[in-house]
C-alpha cells in the first residue's frame, strides 16, 4: 500500500462548513440554484408516506427505464458513496486498482474494508488522460471517473472500455456524465462490456446532497451481491421519490439543458482564467465536467487570500496525483465568475508579496 500523504476524507464540502459557509461557494460541485422548485414539490409530496417502509420498486424501474435496462441490472443506493462501500464489501477482490487523480472515496473505502489498494496515476505531461497499458493486468478491480473529478477529463468511452477483462471488475464512476452535453463517452446502459458497473449519483445536477441518491448499473449477478450488502431500506422514501421525478423524460430534458448552460460558463470561466497565464496559472483543458482543475504557484496562500476576499475554492492536494499547486474550481454563472476573477487577481497580488 502506497504511504499515505493525501488526506483522502478530505472533500469540498469541508471549505464552506463552518467559518466558510457565508463564502460564494466554488469548491463544491453541486449545480447551484438546485433544486428546483417542481423537484422540491414532488419530494415534499412523498413525506404524506413517510409512516410505511420505503418500497424502491417504482423508482428501480424507472431508472431501468432511463437506460434502457432490465431491473435485474439497477441498484438504488444512498448516493454513489454507498456504492463504493458495496463494492469494497461485497466483492472478492485480489488486486484493486484506483486510477488517479480521481475521487478519493473509492479508495477510502477499499482501504476501510481491508484491501491493499494500487495506483495508476495518470499525469499532467499526458493531459491527465487514461493509458490503458499502466493498468496492471492482474487488476481485478479497476476504478475510474468519467468525466473524471478534479481533472475534469472525460475519457473515451473506447478506451475505458479496453480496460475490460475476464475476471476483472471495471468501475468506471459517472456522477458527472449528465453534466456533459449528449452524455458522449457514456458506458451507462451497456451491457457489452464484461464486468462493467457504472455508478450514477443524482445530487450533483439536482442539488441533492443532503438526500443522498444514486445508482448502480451492472451485470444482475453483480447487482444480487451488492444488494446483498445493503442494509434493509438503504433509500428513504424523499430519495426514491427524487429519483422518480429525476429520471422523467421532462427531467431529463431539463438537465440536458442544464449541461449546455454549465458548459457555456465554463468556456467563461476558463476564458477569464487564461488572462492569469503571466501569473504562472495553467487550466486542466479541455475541461468537460462542471468544474476545472488549475495549477499555480503559492496556491495554498492564494486560496486563503481567496477565503478572505469571500470566496472558497477547492483544494486540490488531498488529491493523490496532485500537490500543493493545485486547486479546483466549480464552473458558476458569469455574474459569479465575473466577481470571483477580480478576486483571484487580488489573491494572486497578495501571495506574491
Not at 472515496?105 to 493531459?127: F, I
Request: proline share 7%; glycine share 6%; hydrophobic share 45%.
Amino acid at each position: 500500500m502506497p504511504t499515505e500523504a493525501h488526506d483522502l476524507r478530505h472533500h469540498g464540502d469541508a471549505e464552506v462548513r463552518d467559518d466558510g459557509a457565508k463564502l460564494t461557494d466554488l469548491a463544491v460541485n453541486v449545480r447551484a440554484d438546485t433544486p428546483p422548485a417542481w423537484l422540491r414539490e414532488r419530494i415534499a409530496e412523498s413525506l404524506g408516506s413517510l409512516a410505511a417502509y420505503p418500497d424502491g420498486r417504482d423508482a428501480r424501474a424507472a431508472v431501468a427505464a432511463r437506460h434502457g435496462l432490465p431491473v435485474e441490472r439497477v441498484l438504488l443506493t444512498a448516493g454513489a458513496a454507498e456504492a463504493f462501500v458495496l463494492l469494497a464489501r461485497a466483492l472478492e477482490v485480489r488486486r484493486p486498482v484506483v486510477v488517479h487523480p480521481q475521487f478519493t472515496e473509492p479508495e477510502s473505502a477499499l482501504r476501510d474494508a481491508g484491501h491493499t489498494v494500487d495506483r495508476v496515476l495518470l499525469r499532467e505531461a499526458d493531459g491527465f488522460r487514461l493509458d490503458p497499458a499502466a493498468v496492471p493486468e492482474d487488476a481485478d478491480l479497476v476504478v475510474i471517473g468519467n468525466p473524471t473529478n478534479p481533472t475534469s477529463i472525460l475519457h473515451p468511452a473506447d478506451a475505458i472500455a479496453e480496460l475490460a477483462r475476464p475476471g476483472r471488475t471495471l468501475v468506471v464512476d459517472e456522477a458527472f456524465m449528465d453534466a456533459v452535453p449528449g452524455e458522449r463517452e457514456a458506458l451507462a446502459g451497456r451491457t457489452d462490456v464484461p464486468g462493467l458497473v457504472v455508478l450514477r449519483s443524482l445530487t450533483k445536477t439536482w442539488g441533492l446532497a443532503g438526500l443522498r441518491i444514486g445508482y448502480v448499473l451492472a451485470a444482475p449477478q453483480t447487482i444480487a451481491d451488492l444488494e446483498r450488502a445493503q442494509p434493509l431500506w438503504p433509500v428513504s422514501t424523499p430519495a426514491l421519490a427524487a429519483a422518480r421525478a429525476c429520471v422523467s423524460p421532462q427531467a431529463l430534458a431539463e438537465a440536458a439543458h442544464a449541461a449546455h448552460r454549465v458548459a457555456a460558463d465554463r468556456a467563461h470561466l476558463v476564458a477569464g482564467l487564461g488572462e492569469f497565464a503571466r501569473s504562472g496559472l495553467r487550466v486542466v483543458e479541455p475541461a468537460e465536467g462542471p468544474f476545472v482543475l488549475v495549477r499555480l504557484p503559492r496556491a495554498a496562500a492564494v486560496r486563503r487570500h481567496l477565503r478572505d476576499l469571500g470566496f472558497a475554492v477547492r483544494r486540490g492536494d488531498t488529491f493523490p496525483g496532485l500537490d500543493e499547486e493545485w486547486l479546483r474550481l466549480a464552473v458558476r454563472d458569469r455574474g459569479t465568475v465575473s466577481a470571483f476573477l477580480p478576486a483571484l487577481d487580488r489573491a494572486l497580488a497578495l501571495a506574491r508579496q
